[in-house]
C-alpha cells in the first residue's frame, strides 16, 4: 500500500521552531516531486514548499521564504520541513504529497494525513 506518514506537528510560541518528517512507504520515493501543503481553518489550502528530485533546488512561497527550508533524502524515501520563527499565521494543518511517479510538482497522486501545527503569541 502506498503511503505517506507524516509526524513532528505540535505547538510552540512565536518564534519558536519546528521539524516536520514525511515517511513514503510502498512505492519509489526518488522519482516523485515532493511538496509540503498547509491548510488553516477557514482557509484554501496552500503550497509552501517543494522539492522537484534530489539534484534540484527546492522552492518556498514568499510568506515563508527565509523561514522554512525543504529537502529529501531519498535513500531514506523521506522529506523534511524545517520551519524557524514560526508565527500566529503558521498555525495549519501540514501535509506532505508526491506527483505521480517522473512527474513534475504539479501532478500530485499521493497524500499523506496531514500534521497540526500550533503557534501561540
Known amino acids: 500500500q502506498e503511503q505517506l506518514i507524516e509526524s513532528g506537528g505540535g505547538s510552540v510560541q512565536t518564534g519558536g521552531s519546528l521539524t516536520l518528517s514525511c515517511a513514503a512507504l510502498?512505492?519509489?520515493?526518488?522519482?516523485?516531486?515532493v511538496v509540503w501543503f498547509r491548510q488553516a481553518p477557514g482557509k484554501e489550502r496552500e503550497e509552501v514548499a517543494s522539492?522537484?528530485?534530489?539534484?534540484?533546488?527546492?522552492v518556498t512561497v514568499d510568506s515563508v521564504k527565509g523561514r522554512f527550508m525543504v529537502s529529501r533524502d531519498d535513500d531514506k524515501s523521506t522529506s523534511i520541513l524545517h520551519m524557524n520563527n514560526l508565527g500566529p499565521e503558521d498555525t495549519a494543518v501540514y501535509s506532505c504529497a508526491v506527483s505521480r511517479a517522473g512527474g513534475d510538482c504539479t501532478e500530485i497522486r499521493i497524500w499523506g494525513q496531514g500534521t497540526q501545527v500550533t503557534v501561540s503569541s
Open positions: 510502498g512505492f519509489t520515493f526518488r522519482s516523485r516531486c
Open positions: 522539492i522537484y528530485r534530489s539534484f534540484a533546488a527546492p
